[in-house]
């Protein structure tokens, strides 16, 4: 059973920058697609970025491309996600799921939840003045 724990979520002043982590316990974190979740209350759960098992490629929703960055740790069992130029908008709980592929998974579009089993508890983030 994969375990998913976010991290390093704050406040922030718009125009900031915060970085997440997605620590997993696993040692096969490269057989995994991970894809980075947002939902601020009242509002349905969004898709913001994914990075695919095996090639690392990445995908990004257009609400936060050219903003936020995600990477991989193969050796930390990470997923990072770096997030720049925050705008109020982002204010929300940001959450990492997964799914164990052994071929490179699928990036684009971004998965739909359903089909990722392994989910983090989620991390909050706040973006005000």
């Known amino acids: 059973q994969l375990q998913l724990v976010e991290s390093g979520g704050g406040l922030v002043q718009p125009g900031g920058s915060l970085g997440l982590s997605c620590a997993a316990s696993t040692r096969f974190l490269d057989y995994h697609t991970v894809v980075w979740f947002r939902q601020a209350p009242g509002k349905e759960r969004e898709g913001i970025s994914c990075?695919?098992?095996?090639?690392?490629?990445?995908h990004y929703a257009d609400s936060v491309k050219g903003r936020f960055t995600v990477s991989r740790d193969n050796a930390k069992s990470t997923v990072l996600l770096q997030m720049n130029s925050l705008k109020p908008e982002d204010t929300a709980t940001y959450y990492c799921?997964?799914?164990?592929?052994?071929?490179?998974?699928?990036?684009?579009?971004?998965?739909?939840?359903?089909?990722?089993?392994?989910w983090g508890q989620g991390t909050q983030v706040s973006v005000s003045s």
């Open positions: 799921a997964a799914e164990w592929s052994s071929s490179p998974g699928i990036c684009a579009p971004l998965p739909d939840e359903g089909r990722l089993p392994f």
């Open positions: 990075i695919s098992s095996r090639t690392g490629v990445t």
